[in-house]
């Protein structure tokens, strides 16, 4: 196989006429470059360079190489140098978010709009994200995903925090708990809708309720907020949420703080290393981290 350094070796000497001058640009010693000319003089079959008088003249051979060369050199500079802009009008590319609906539907309208306005060519599709396995982002199947992250998550895929949130109480307007002050008692006392995309029967709600001595009813588990909050909307069921998530979703709803002590969390956004470089991908991390940030 040939080495696909003598290329730049012959360009640079095309381009000097003279070992030395050559040897100087490429900072060789004169018979290092002496030496590649040899290669360079049995791997075409040519002279490429031949004296005349005190210095060299090219082949016929070399001339014909020339500009080929040197083209071939500058594009292989151009394909190692790092990319510097991304012309977003010309882009065309359908990049796949896994992400919840509840997240589409809060976020999505600003994240689509500055798409259109931007990079009209570049097509988002989403789909549901019920775990937290990270083998499509591997795979290459999904480009970017949103969600808590797991502190158990494959440490080859890199996260960059979108927003903090916290759980928040919804009930439809009218419910006993719209009125006055909401208690933990008062909390535990009514019916719940406990959202669990793996199916438990329990969370971080019940056992903070349980270390006040408390114990609240779930009559119904579902695998979504927006579920939840439907509920919610047309029943007594109370439902626990993310509040910067489920924005959207509980408009017309009465919204209350829990009266319990629980940590927020970070939504994050989540993609392979292997897109971290990509200019496309980076302006759409980009606009999702605005988007998120309003």
């Known amino acids: 196989m040939p080495d696909l350094n003598l290329l730049i070796t012959l360009d ?10 050559a040897a100087k640009r490429l900072q060789l010693s004169p018979s290092a470059m002496s030496r590649a000319l040899a290669r360079l003089r049995e791997t075409t079959g040519d002279p490429l360079l031949v004296r005349a008088g005190r210095g060299l003249v090219p082949t016929p051979r070399a001339l014909a190489l020339r500009e080929q060369v040197s083209r071939l050199v500058q594009d292989a500079h151009a394909v190692l140098r790092p990319a510097q802009s991304l012309d977003l009008a010309q882009v065309a590319r359908t990049f796949t978010l896994r992400t919840s609906e ?83 008692q008062r909390f535990a006392e009514g019916r719940h809708v406990y959202v669990s995309r793996r199916g438990r029967a329990r969370g971080q709600v019940d056992d903070a309720l349980q270390a006040l001595g408390l114990t609240r009813q779930i009559s119904t588990i579902v695998a979504g907020f927006a579920t939840a909050i439907a509920l919610a909307r047309d029943t007594d069921l109370i439902a626990s949420v993310p509040e910067r998530y489920t924005a959207h979703q509980r408009e017309g709803l009465h919204s209350f703080a829990l009266p319990l002590t629980l940590p927020p969390f970070t939504v994050a956004m989540l993609w392979h290393p292997r897109l971290d470089a990509d200019l496309a991908h980076r302006w759409l991390r980009g606009c999702l981290r605005e988007v998120c940030g309003q």
Do not use: C, M, W, Y
């Open 102 to 184: 509840e997240f589409v539907e809060n976020f999505g309208p600003a994240l689509l709009a500055r798409i259109a306005r931007e990079a009209p060519g570049i097509r988002l599709r989403f789909v549901s994200r019920t775990d937290k396995d990270s083998t499509l982002l591997r795979e290459g199947s999904v480009d970017l995903e949103t969600g808590v992250v797991d502190p158990t998550a494959s440490p080859e895929v890199l996260t960059q925090a979108l927003f903090r949130d916290r759980l928040v109480g919804v009930v439809r307007s009218g419910h006993p708990l719209s009125q006055g002050e909401v208690s933990a």
């Open 12 to 21: 640079v000497l095309l381009a000097e006429g003279s070992v030395a001058r």
